[in-house]
């Protein structure tokens, strides 16, 4: 509190006056500090609700990246499980395919060394009745001889 002067008929008007324009003066400043501390408090308030919304919306944004993370995987599994499904059974097919075709060579082979066989026959059986007319034409030169 401040002490103030007396003068007739009670204190000093002026100190008075000049200790209230002091005060006027400090409520002001603190007025003018309070209305810019709500102020801020105010646009503090509104960038927090801005930042709140914005951590929804990512974290909204962050789910449904996982979600579609998640779905992708599965689906690229599922398509990689149905190329190697399809490639077992062209595989299959085509191990099915060679092995036909090798029975069908063997086969092949099979009947042409019989068939070589049975020329050979043929031919050896012509060869050796193609000597026999040769064996009884000298036989028939060797009689003609005698007479």
Known sequence: MN?????FR???????KAYLDNVIKEYETLLNSKKQADK???DL???LEYYENLESTLNRALFSAESAGDDIKKMARREAESLINEAKK?????????LIKAEKASDSADRLRRNTELLKRKLKRIIE????VIEEMDRLEMKDEEY
């Open 129 to 132: 009745a193609q000597l026999e």
């Open 40 to 42: 801020e408090i105010i």
């Open 10 to 16: 009670g204190y000093d008007k002026d100190e008075v």
């Open 90 to 98: 062209n595989a299959n097919r085509i191990i099915n395919d060679a």
């Open 45 to 47: 308030k509104k960038k």
């Open 3 to 7: 002490n103030f002067n007396t003068v």
